[in-house]
Nanobody
Framework: QVQLLESGGGSVPAGGSLRLSCASSDNIYSYLMAWFRQAPGKEREGVANIGANGHITYAEFLKGRFTISRDNDLRTMSLQMNSLEPEDSAMYYC???????????????????WGQGTQVTVSS
């Protein structure tokens, strides 16, 4: 089971930026990876994914504010978050799918490895 470790969360005012990182204990060359988030009392939702070939899918609600990237050699994935809004406050999770090489899926059921999460809090 691959281990994923997120970092980079924190507290920022509205309009601020944060960069989240995810480090994998194993190779990620062939796997689809994604960021999810979950706010208190809400279901976990997909934010963005990036395929092994670099193909990217973003959730529609992002409106171009976030950028996902990956470095297969370093076994890392990142999420640059700009123009943060209070509604972005949530626990953010890194996820990996060994089932898919690439694709548009942002369904939690399609991802089989998860990190512990990193908290993002945006104040108004």
């Amino acid at each position: 089971q691959v281990q994923l470790l997120e970092s980079g969360g924190g507290s920022v005012p509205a309009g601020g930026s944060l960069r989240l990182s995810c480090a994998s204990s194993d190779n990620i060359y062939s796997y689809l990876m994604a960021w999810f988030r979950q706010a208190p009392g809400k279901e976990r939702e997909g934010v963005a994914n990036i395929g092994a070939n670099g193909h990217i899918t973003y959730a529609e609600f992002l409106k171009g504010r976030f950028t996902i990237s990956r470095d297969n050699d370093l076994r890392t994935m990142s999420l640059q978050m700009n123009s943060l809004e209070p509604e972005d406050s949530a626990m953010y999770y890194c996820a990996l799918s060994r089932r898919y090489y690439m694709g548009d899926t942002l369904r939690t059921a399609d991802f089989d490895s998860w990190g512990q999460g990193t908290q993002v809090t945006v104040s108004s």
